[in-house]
């Protein structure tokens, strides 16, 4: 598996492919198409477009099993975690995450865990400076 670039803006509807493809590893069209047609309504026309356009981006693989495509994701859920949290931080706190962390802070009550979480991870980051 590889990385993702940055800027690689992956849609809810390829989110949900990769989530399940990071479940439940390899799974044809078809496969795809019935774990996730209860929660989507998605066809398997929709799944094939879907699938072909994260072939293009380079998401995912496909090997030919007789008549089937099965597909596995070339990325790691890590490195889209990471992706699109760069991208978030990037397009509305200017790539600040202390800009983030303070509107957090003022916008959802922090608990005493929330608070004592945040100081060791503080306290951590500034150790390994060091």
Known sequence: MVGVGVNMNI???????????????????MQITERLEGETGWSKHAVISFLKRMETKGLVSYEERGRAKYYTP??????????E??????KFYHGKLGLMVSAMAEEHSLSQNDIRDLRALLERLQTEEE
């Open 74 to 83: 070339l990325v790691k859920r890590e490195a889209v975690a990471g992706a």
């Open 11 to 29: 849609t809810e509807a390829e989110q949900k492919i990769l989530n399940l493809l990071w479940e439940e590893g390899s799974l044809s069209t």
């Open 85 to 90: 949290r760069d991208s978030f931080l990037q």
